[in-house]
């Protein structure tokens, strides 16, 4: 969402002939104060973004809006920057009937009175929802309470007072909710979010890529710090007399591994049009082991492909530790081994029963047998790993028999035309 955001900034500072000014301040600040900040000039936006999964979709409180939406901390923030910026929360999140509309309701009314030039007042009308958010500030954030309650020799603030500054926060707040999930922003994003810039430039191309160049930006610029000279070594004497205070330029320069300039994404756009390739999805390179190639014409996901693999490696390497010393080991293997086949055969009751259903119940299997009955040193999922040994073997079958063997040479075949 920081990137769609840094996207409908840049489209907004476009000029009419589709190009960017040499000018143009707008930028995009990661992990600093919030989420990320909105920077356009001397203006400001501090956003908090909030994934919610479909379970738990939307705030149903006031307090939840607070705590989980963080409009506690954007509050806090706020209040520390002079009640200057505007801020916004993003959320995959839908807003309940009730007390969150009634924050929804609340800050379209208050943005009025402030874009009017009004003082701000808090109305009977939304008297209620003002006062229930103020309670769930200084619950969720130990700061504010504080400075309300005149913690540290500042005098309190009345009620009414916060309640009027609860307000004004109000006017600046925008609640941007219902946005797609991560599930389906992948597949959405291009569209909705890159492929109005492309027209604004008269531009044809892979809109995909656009929007994947653009997102890397903000993967690298999220998890930024920049440089570090002295590592993790605290900042000592930091704050002894006659240290010259920051100013404004070497604290942006400190940030700068964390920003995203309209440049930035100008470049990331073009660069993205003339080579393509560069920011396409590497292609997944299929495992062709019988083992895998069996799981994945069974259906199995590739996770379970993977982890198949990695159990089966770890049980031959038990197997080979435990033979190596002990001379009754091989007859052990070959007994447990015919009892993995047994329960193979037990799980798999039907021909047609699915890969993914199969695998499922061998692990289940697995869970159950007691570790008593297992050989030394062996756990459920070395268990599992024998019986994945076994289907390398083609012993056991994901599915209904078929020649594996040219399922693979096939693979290899399409792998090797493609490089």
Same mark, same amino acid.
């Given at each position: 969402?920081?990137a769609?955001?840094s996207?409908?900034?840049?489209?907004?500072?476009l000029?009419?002939?589709?190009r960017?000014?040499?000018d143009c301040?707008?930028?995009?600040?990661?992990?600093?104060?919030?989420?990320?900040?909105?920077?356009?000039?001397?203006d400001?936006e501090?956003?908090s973004?909030?994934?919610r999964?479909?379970?738990?979709?939307a705030?149903?409180?006031?307090?939840?809006?607070?705590?989980?939406?963080?409009l506690?901390?954007?509050?806090?923030?706020?209040?520390?920057?002079d009640?200057?910026?505007?801020c916004?929360?993003?959320t995959?999140?839908?807003?309940a009937?009730?007390?969150?509309?009634d924050?929804?309701a609340?800050?379209?009314?208050?943005?009025q009175?402030?874009?009017s030039?009004?003082?701000?007042?808090?109305?009977?009308?939304?008297?209620?929802?003002?006062?229930?958010?103020?309670?769930?500030i200084?619950?969720?954030?130990?700061?504010?309470?504080?400075?309300?309650?005149?913690?540290?020799?500042?005098?309190?603030?009345?009620?009414?007072?916060?309640?009027?500054?609860?307000?004004?926060f109000?006017?600046?707040?925008?609640?941007?909710?219902?946005?797609?999930?991560?599930a389906?922003?992948?597949?959405?994003?291009?569209?909705?979010?890159a492929?109005?810039?492309?027209?604004?430039?008269?531009?044809s191309?892979?809109v995909a890529?656009?929007?994947?160049a653009?997102?890397? =930006?903000? !993967?690298?610029?999220?998890?930024?710090?920049?440089p570090? @000279? #002295?590592?993790? %070594? +605290? /900042?000592? *004497?930091?704050?002894?007399?006659?240290a010259s205070?920051?100013?404004?330029?070497?604290?942006?320069?400190d940030?700068?591994?964390?920003?995203v300039?309209m440049s930035?994404?100008?470049?990331a756009?073009?660069?993205a049009?003339?080579?393509?390739a560069?920011?396409?999805?590497?292609?997944r390179?299929?495992?062709?082991?019988?083992?895998a190639v069996?799981?994945?014409?069974?259906?199995?996901?590739?996770n379970?492909?993977?982890?198949?693999e990695?159990?089966?490696?770890?049980?031959?390497?038990?197997?080979?530790?435990?033979?190596?010393?002990?001379?009754?080991?091989r007859?052990e293997?070959?007994?447990?081994?015919?009892?993995?086949l047994r329960?193979?055969?037990e799980?798999?009751?039907?021909?047609?029963?699915?890969?993914?259903? =199969?695998? !499922?119940?061998?692990?289940?299997?697995m869970?159950?047998? @007691? #570790?008593?009955s %297992? +050989? /030394?040193? *062996?756990?459920?999922d070395?268990?599992?790993?024998?019986?994945?040994?076994w289907?390398?073997?083609c012993k056991?079958?994901?599915?209904q028999?078929f020649d594996?063997d040219?399922?693979?040479?096939?693979?290899?075949?399409e792998?090797?035309?493609?490089s």
């Open positions: 969402m920081a769609a955001d996207l409908a900034l840049y489209l907004r500072s000029d009419d002939q589709g960017l000014p040499h301040d707008g930028r995009v600040l990661c992990e600093w104060q919030e989420d990320w900040v909105l920077l356009e000039g001397d400001a501090l956003v973004g909030k994934h999964d479909p379970s738990v979709s705030f149903t409180t006031v307090n939840k809006l607070a705590d989980e939406g963080g506690a901390h954007l509050f806090e923030r706020w209040s520390v920057l009640e200057t910026p505007l916004r929360l993003v995959t999140g839908g807003i009937a009730g007390d969150p509309q924050v929804l609340a800050c379209d009314y208050f943005r009175m402030r874009l030039g009004v003082a701000i007042t808090v109305t009977d009308d939304h008297r209620n929802v003002v006062d229930k958010l103020r309670e769930s200084a619950r969720y954030h130990s700061a504010v309470k504080s400075r309300w309650k005149g913690t540290g020799g500042s005098a309190p603030v009345s009620k009414d007072k916060q309640c009027t500054e609860v307000a004004r109000l006017s600046m707040l925008r609640l941007d909710h219902g946005k797609p999930q991560r389906h922003i992948e597949y959405a994003a291009p569209s909705m979010f492929q109005p810039v492309l027209d604004r430039l008269a531009m191309g892979r890529v656009v929007w994947e653009v997102v890397r =930006l903000f !993967r690298a610029r999220m998890r930024a710090k920049g570090i @000279p #002295s590592a993790a %070594l +605290p /900042a000592v *004497m930091a704050y002894r007399v006659g205070v920051p100013t404004a330029n070497d604290v942006e320069r940030l700068a591994a964390r920003i300039t930035d994404i100008d470049i756009i073009r660069t049009l003339a080579m393509p560069g920011y396409e999805p590497v292609q390179v299929p495992l062709t082991t019988r083992l069996k799981m994945n014409t069974g259906g199995c996901s590739d379970a492909v993977e982890r198949a990695h159990l089966r490696m770890e049980y031959q390497d038990y197997w080979r530790d435990r033979i190596s010393g002990d001379a009754l080991a007859v293997q070959r007994g447990f081994e015919r009892r993995l329960i193979n055969d799980a798999n009751d039907s021909v047609s029963v699915a890969g993914g259903v =199969l695998w !499922r119940r061998l692990q289940q299997r869970d159950e047998l @007691p #570790s008593d %297992l +050989p /030394a040193g *062996m756990d459920a070395l268990a599992l790993g024998g019986l994945c040994e289907a390398n073997r056991v079958w994901f599915g028999r594996v040219a399922v693979i040479a096939r693979l290899r075949a792998r090797e035309a493609a």
